[in-house]
């Protein structure tokens, strides 16, 4: 085979890193976008915060229109590199938000494992018995469950009770009482038992609050009982009803009840509402999880009878070349400091212009989608109407994925809440006057109807669908189990309340 040398003329596409960072930005949610801002402030002399500045007691430094070409000659040639340095430190401080922001937003108040590790270290037990609570209360969820069996949790508690001993054995040498200390080891040496497990196990069922440490829900009801006053009325009949008959109240089963607990009407109908005063989560009662907090990047508004979009101004704050070495000394600079500049200075400016096509991106496709959903803002979900990727990325001329990355992680602030861009996307089902409906809008109609059912006999899906069909919406019963279960909603077999 005879080997040669071609060229060969083509075109091709390649991806800037400019235009890596434009999608990259794009992507960021608002507190990700953030920290993007505060790192390349920390890192690129070239970019400020843009400050207000009042303008009757301002002095301006030069009248005369500069462009943005003549400003960047200018900073390049009138930078001092080595006499000057940046404060860092307050132009961070001078972002448009407080600069402890990132530690804010994990600040929680003590979770619930904390409130009781505290109780354990109050409660003064010998080091196996505390190695033992600790281990169990690691493995109690935010509701107060214990999720492993003691069973599986006894050798992870063993393993850590191994390395104190260890570690007290070690500590032999410099104790002026040995007897004493082989004593304290004697007393403590032998293996953790499950009889040991259930031994902290109840005693933590009696921690604060109540109920909590529970491997069931059943068995929560029945610790909560349990701290009850013994004179509280019914207490002790639905202790019996909790602990021999906890499938028929699950149910609401009441004639099975009846048949097998022994009460009459009464007694039974009682004991359900003592019941129903208890906590099913008595974790998130005492200890709230930590509330996640967003922040809008659009807010959404009526002028003149028409709803519009414009940005979150308090998102981020607003950036600008630094006007610091304006009026610096000029001196001659080795090649090293003019790559220096002018690397920053490009940077800065694709920082700067990557921003700008976010904001205007963002606020392009979040006005569209306003647009396109004014009824919503006037009458709720029920008036959603059908909207997909494809329908905005033709209107504003862009492609599918560049309106999916602008609309996830991203916020609008409405009259009726915060909602996230993606929630306003949907897809429709056809309505007897040919007309289309949105799948929100049909969700937020099957909750109506089921918000609305008689207790006594709540709505099966096939009747839910005949009743949506009723309205002009065919869909298919499984389809109203799809979204029923979308919303968390059980089957209407279940949708008794439990207690």
Known sequence: MKQSLQLKLGQSLSMT????????????????????????????????IEESVDNSSAQPENTDPVSHAEYEQRMFEQADWQSSSMNRTSKSSSMGFDESWLENTSTA??????????????????????????????SIDS????????????????????????????????????????????ENWNEISLEDMHVLLTRIQHFDPPGV??????????????????????????????????????????????????FNLEIIQSSLALLRTLEVAPGERCCPTQVDYVIPDVIAYKHQDIWQATLNPE?????????????????KLDAEEKDYIKSNIQEARWFLKS???R???????????????????EEGELAMKPMILADVARRVDMHESTISRVTTQKFIHTPRGVFELEYFFSSHVSTDDGGE???????????RLIQQEPPEKPLSDSKLAKLLELEGINIARRTVAKYRELDKIPPSSERKKTF
């Not at 904001?359 to 803002?377: N, P, R, S, W």
């Open 355 to 357: 921003l700008q096509s």
């Open 359 to 377: 904001h205007d991106t963002l606020l392009k496709i979040a006005q569209d989608i306003v647009e396109h959903q004014q009824a919503f803002f």
């Open 109 to 138: 108040d003590d979770n619930l494992q904390d409130h009781l590790m505290e109780q354990l270290e109050l409660a003064r037990l010998m080091p196996k018995d505390q190695i033992i609570g600790s281990t169990i209360i690691e």
């Open 213 to 262: 440490g529970a491997r069931n829900t059943s068995e929560c009801l029945k610790l909560q009982l349990e701290a009850l006053p013994v004179d509280t009325p019914f207490r002790s009949e639905a202790l019996k009803l909790i602990t021999q008959h906890d499938d028929a109240i699950a149910t609401q089963n009441i004639k099975i009840l009846l048949r097998k607990s022994g």
């Open 17 to 48: 890193p400019q235009m890596q960072q434009a999608i990259r930005m794009l992507q960021l949610s608002t507190l990700e976008l953030r920290t993007e801002i505060q790192q390349i402030l920390e890192s690129n002399p070239f970019l400020d």
């Open 143 to 186: 509701r107060g469950y214990l999720l492993d069996t003691l069973e599986a949790l006894m050798p992870i508690a063993q393993s850590q009770w191994d390395e104190i001993k260890a570690s007290l054995i070690e500590r032999l040498d410099d104790v002026e009482d040995e007897d004493d200390f082989n004593a304290l080891l004697e």
């Open 315 to 331: 998102v981020t704050p607003k950036l600008m070349f630094n006007r610091q070495y304006r009026n610096v000394k000029t001196k």
């Open 437 to 447: 409906c949105s799948s929100t809008a049909i969700r937020a109609q099957i909750r």
